[in-house]
């Protein structure tokens, strides 16, 4: 059975990168009929805080990615100890005490002389009074023996991939103060759960070689691996400096659609254009991983606006009649308030000013050719209550005695009640304004 996980370490919010890994996965087991984990990476315990824990849950439901079980690293230290004690035993785990500081002058050293940046393996040839030594000085972390040889395997997006072992440093699986570092957590748990497919970003690729080497040192099964693109800005900038303005929670707080999102990422980077979709089965049916590149692939947050638009145009007001009454829009109109301003908006956050705007009014906006003849169509303005034929008979009248017409009669009219040169029909928006400023000029 298809088995798939998205694993991510609650030191932070969930954001439009790492939520790709996590759709991908999600869909893939979704359209095998399989199981997808949520795996919370919690063994870094100082970093790591429930709040996040609780975000991440959050941030998958709202986008309708829901998990079949949850799994808490925390809870499995155990599991990963016994583990490393079978590499122990086997001869592929070892006890390396360099500090940082002393390894970043190594690696300078070696650059200096046109070599690869490769750990020496200097650790291997102490004795263990030369270790016990060190141990009463600093602690000890533990590094995977890599058998240095090309490790192969063909990937589902970046097609064979072969990794020389010997260009690569053994990885460190332990750290000196004993914490479970993710290159272990995750390979026991990827062989002792069945994972089947794991999708990622390409910076993980060198990860992959060494994890495979540890999964097969431990009596593992390797799983299909598959390395999607990383996104960038829209001028092909990093997109890591700006991540922290794409957290999903702050697009869900300024109005994007989940199914916007969901829609553009399930196709971003692939041969196959942007549908917007309806349903979360429809995402499931037309994806394909297959489908997908490596090239970088440019992300720009403003093309969830038009998405988020054709959504909101088409969202009937009993989906949206709880978010009004939040918002305080009176039940009495509330449904024609939607009926008049749904088509207006980019986002959900933008309704709040639409009904800023009928309850208090915005300051009219009256360039000075057009005073004298605002100040006259203001004064012919029938008492209210407005209903939809009130804007048509006004601007009937003014039309009449004005002789102005088209754009010149309508264009003052609407930005002096309005203060805005767009927006909804005048017909239906006029029954709505609770205030207008340029009245009580």
């Not at 203060?419 to 928006?429: E, F, I, N």
Request: glycine fraction near 10%; hydrophobic fraction near 40%.
């Amino acid at each position: 059975m298809t088995t798939t996980r998205f694993a991510p370490s609650p030191t932070g919010y969930l954001h439009i990168g790492n939520m790709r890994a996590a759709l991908f996965n999600w869909l893939i087991a979704r359209k095998a009929g399989g199981t997808f984990i949520l795996r919370i990476d919690d063994t870094d315990a100082e970093r790591s805080e429930e709040r996040y824990v609780d975000a991440i849950r959050a941030d998958l439901e709202w986008l309708g990615l829901d998990w079949d079980r949850e799994e808490r690293q925390s809870t499995r230290l155990g599991v990963y100890e016994a583990a490393a004690e079978r590499l122990r035993a086997d001869g592929r785990l070892y006890e390396a005490f360099e500090t940082p500081v002393e390894l970043d002058l190594k690696r300078k050293k070696q650059l200096n002389m046109g070599k690869p940046p490769v750990y020496d393996r200097a650790a291997l040839s102490l004795s263990d009074a030369e270790k016990d030594a060190l141990r009463e000085e600093r602690g000890g972390h533990w590094r995977f023996l890599l058998e240095r040889e090309r490790i192969e395997w063909v990937d589902g997006i970046l097609g064979p991939q072969s990794i020389d072992a010997a260009s690569v440093s053994d990885p460190v699986l332990i750290r000196g103060d004993g914490q479970m570092l993710y290159t272990l957590a995750s390979v026991v748990d990827d062989t002792e759960m069945g994972v089947t497919d794991v999708v990622r970003g390409s910076d993980h690729v060198t990860n992959t070689a060494t994890q495979i080497q540890i999964i097969e040192a431990l009596g593992g099964g390797c799983p299909t691996f598959a390395h999607h693109s990383l996104l960038t800005g829209p001028q092909g900038e990093a997109l890591s400096k700006r991540l922290g303005t794409l957290a999903l929670r702050d697009l869900r707080d300024g109005g994007v659609a989940p199914m916007a999102i969901v829609s553009l990422m399930a196709r971003l980077g692939s041969g196959d254009p942007v549908e917007l979709r309806g349903a979360m089965d429809e995402v499931i049916e037309g994806f394909d991983l297959s489908r997908f590149g490596a090239a970088p692939t440019k992300f720009d947050a403003a093309d969830l606006d038009p998405l988020t638009a054709r959504i909101l145009h088409e969202t009937a007001y009993e989906d949206v009649a709880g978010h009004l009454a939040e918002i305080g829009v009176p039940g009495d109109i509330a449904a024609a308030f939607w009926g008049v301003v749904r088509e207006n908006i980019g986002r959900m956050s933008e309704v709040a000013d639409w009904w800023a705007l009928c309850r208090d009014g915005a300051a009219p906006v009256i360039e000075a050719e057009d005073a004298e003849f605002v100040a006259e169509a203001l004064a012919a303005l029938p008492e209210k209550p407005w209903d939809e034929s009130t804007w048509g008979a006004w601007t009937g009248a003014l039309k009449a005695s004005s002789g102005r017409k088209g754009r010149a009669l309508f264009m003052p009219l609407r930005k002096a009640l309005t203060g805005q040169a767009h927006g909804p029909d005048m017909g239906a928006l006029m029954p709505l304004l609770q205030t207008v400023r340029a009245l009580e000029r």
